[in-house]
């Protein structure tokens, strides 16, 4: 917990400090969407404001470009880099990137186990001397949500990896903003990388309970 809030307030340090880093062009986080869009072929792709802090995401089911208000309508290296990663989700759609294809189709499955799990592993921990099959039952529906924390890792960094490449490719940021989009990159995408060992740790926490090791 207290890494993930480390980690988030870095990220959100990261994005205020190179919010004021200008881009010479003047081009918004939506002109940046919509350039990288259609540089990469994809046009049933729309790019939309949405409210709130750093809520920017891909939606694939709608195939929109969803950017907060700070990155529409930002012509800085933080509304760039955000743009830019969030289109790499699309261009991922687009070429049926396989683990955001695995992670599509596990959706369903982790919105499942995350409405019930809680319910099932605080039921299977009170019964573990008489029905430890419900916490056995509790562990696999969390498993399922601590492997979706894995397969996204890959997706978010191959996101990022396009990103940067189309940046620098299409001249939108220079060098010093190449180095700077890269590092706020890299504290989004810790964001992820300790989400998923936070959703592994407590897994096996719950695995010592079941093998015995908590057990009264």
Avoid at 5 to 31: I, Q
Avoid at 43 to 66: A, F, R, W
Avoid at 92 to 117: G, I, N
Wanted: proline share 2%.
């Amino acid at each position: 917990m207290l890494a993930s809030w480390l980690v988030s307030s870095r990220l959100k340090s990261k994005f205020k400090e190179y919010s004021n880093e200008f881009l010479p062009s003047g081009l918004t986080g939506k002109d940046i969407a919509e350039k990288m869009l259609k540089q990469n072929g994809i046009d049933d792709v729309v790019v939309i404001s949405t409210d709130g802090e750093l809520t920017d995401h891909y939606n694939p089911l709608k195939k929109t470009v969803n950017l907060s208000e700070a990155v529409y309508y930002g012509a800085n290296v933080s509304a760039a880099t955000v743009a830019a990663h969030e289109c790499g989700h699309a261009i991922q759609h687009s070429k049926s990137y396989a683990f955001l294809t695995l992670r599509s189709q596990l959706v369903p499955v982790v919105e499942f186990s995350s409405r019930w799990m809680q319910w099932v592993l605080l039921a299977g921990i009170l019964m573990i001397n008489t029905f430890p099959t419900l916490l056995l039952i509790g562990i696999i529906l969390f498993a399922t949500t601590t492997l979706f924390s894995f397969i996204t890792l890959p997706v978010e960094f191959d996101a990022s990896r396009r990103a940067l490449v189309w940046l620098d490719n299409s001249g939108v940021v220079n060098s010093i903003g190449h180095s700077k989009a890269q590092d706020a990159l890299k504290w989004a995408a810790l964001t992820y990388v300790v989400a998923a060992l936070g959703s592994l740790a407590s897994l096996l926490y719950y695995i010592m309970i079941y093998l015995g090791g908590d057990r009264r």
